[in-house]
T-cell receptor, first 112, second 113 residues
Framework: NAGVTQTPKFRVLKTGQSMTLLCAQD?????MYWYRQDPGMGLRLIHY???????AKGEVPDGYNVSRLKKQNFLLGLESAAPSQTSVYFC???????????FGPGTRLTVT | AQSVSQHNHHVILSEAASLELGCNYS??????LFWYVQYPGQHLQLLLK??????LVKGIKGFEAEFIKSKFSFNLRKPSVQWSDTAEYFC???????????FGPGTRLSVLP
């Protein structure tokens, strides 16, 4: 039981490049979340999903897109990376009704 | 919209000192409250949570938190900290109207041996 995994762990992009971050969970959780963590700002919600095929915007969705084609996977895409998207990205999943979030190890993204 | 504030940005304590970290939220309805901890280089882990019932909740590693509804607060406490408690602590709130969780900015705790 791996819990929540994230791929890749580190990435450096040039401005304008695109990439996809993958989050996978093997706990059959319904809800999944993408956050970014910046110093002094805590975690801010980018997008979330309440089930396969559904997505919703969080607090800071601009510049990001997401997809949840399979229940176990939640993808976060950056179509045209900007330096302001330099951050640590965390994925989390929640079992329906428990509200306890299980976090992945994070992806450190640097955009130059 | 819901917001969460944490009173201290950085707290420095000596081992065996008592700890209290403040957390206040803005929404006055029914909420679920959480404290998460992030040890250096690791991902966030749940310390404790409050849904309903006894406002004093106990979590892992000797931590506890008290929910005071009238003050919109959910402060984290530990009677005697250890060097291994050095970490960043995040308060989070979820209200009953959606699936969003709102996190506070975090408090960095440094425990000196």
């Amino acid at each position: 039981n791996a819990g929540v995994t994230q791929t890749p762990k580190f990435r450096v992009l040039k401005t304008g490049q695109s990439m996809t971050l993958l989050c996978a969970q093997d706990m059959n959780h319904e809800y999944m979340y993408w956050y970014r963590q910046d110093p002094g700002m805590g975690l801010r919600l980018i997008h979330y999903s309440v089930g396969e095929g559904t997505t919703a915007k969080g607090e800071v969705p601009d510049g990001y897109n997401v997809s949840r084609l399979k229940k176990q996977n939640f993808l976060l895409g950056l179509e045209s990376a900007a330096p302001s998207q330099t951050s640590v990205y965390f994925c989390a999943s929640v079992r329906d009704g428990s509200y306890e979030q299980y976090f992945g190890p994070g992806t450190r993204l640097t955009v130059t | 919209a819901q917001s969460v504030s944490q009173h201290n940005h950085h707290v420095i304590l000596s081992e065996a000192a008592s700890l209290e970290l403040g957390c206040n939220y803005s929404y006055g309805g029914t909420v679920n409250l959480f404290w998460y901890v992030q040890y250096p280089g690791q991902h966030l882990q749940l310390l404790l949570k409050y849904f309903s019932g006894d406002p004093l909740v106990k979590g892992i590693k000797g931590f506890e938190a008290e929910f005071i509804k009238s003050k919109f607060s959910f402060n984290l406490r530990k009677p005697s900290v250890q060097w291994s408690d050095t970490a960043e602590y995040f308060c989070a709130v979820k209200d009953n109207y959606g699936q969003n969780f709102v996190f506070g900015p975090g408090t960095r705790l440094s425990v000196l041996p």
